[in-house]
């Protein structure tokens, strides 16, 4: 099923947006058809469709989710312009601290599983991805680095290099690959 919400209207002066939304939840377009693109004609087919549509006036979205929200694992309120993160498939929000716990709790419940025999094979694919990760990262150095601009790179741009060189010996851009005289 798709969306039955249609943009009909961006008024980015007040940040008011203007939806429609197609009648007993139906896919957008099938019931009352499309508005026409160019503005005017579109205005009149919004007045026709009145009853349809809804509105967020982001303004006040932005008091109502400060007043409103709390952290669905601290439940501590957020401050007027903290970052909230949540899933798609849920109105639960984190602040980003107990979101990163949250993943990291998650990582440790699935390697338990593995280790202990009693996962599932998507936990034990997530395990062992995440053991990868680790040995890759181990081997590298670092977590974070360059991404490898050579083509012929068998890590063409892997995001997990270590500072300065990839594995296969080539240079992070603007660096010298290192000698073997440096590297012992």
């Known amino acids: 099923m798709h969306d039955p919400s249609t943009l009909l209207f961006d008024i980015r002066l007040i940040r008011l947006d203007v939806w429609h939304d197609e009648p007993n939840g139906h896919d957008s377009g099938t019931v009352c058809g499309h508005a026409p693109m160019k503005t005017w004609p579109r205005l009149r087919w ?3 469709h009145v009853r349809h549509l809804h509105y967020r006036f982001w303004p006040y979205l932005r008091i ?7 952290c669905a694992d601290c439940g ?10 949540g899933y798609q498939s849920s109105d639960q929000v984190w ?8 993943t990291v709790q998650s990582h440790l419940d699935d390697l338990t599983a593995h280790v ?4 599932d094979w998507n936990t034990s694919w997530r395990a ?8 890759r990262v181990a081997r590298r150095g670092t977590e974070h680095g360059f991404k490898c601009e050579e083509p012929t790179c068998p890590d063409f741009g892997d995001p997990d290099f270590g500072e300065g060189t990839c594995p296969a010996g080539h240079a992070e851009p603007g660096l010298t690959a290192p000698t073997d005289t440096e590297v012992s």
């Open 46 to 48: 919004g007045i026709r």
């Open 64 to 70: 109502h989710r400060w007043i409103t929200h709390h």
């Open 76 to 85: 501590r309120r957020f401050l007027w312009k903290d970052a909230r993160h």
């Open 95 to 102: 602040h980003s601290v107990c979101m990163s716990l949250r």
């Open 116 to 119: 202990q025999g009693a996962a």
């Open 128 to 135: 062992k991805y995440r053991l990868e990760h680790l040995a």
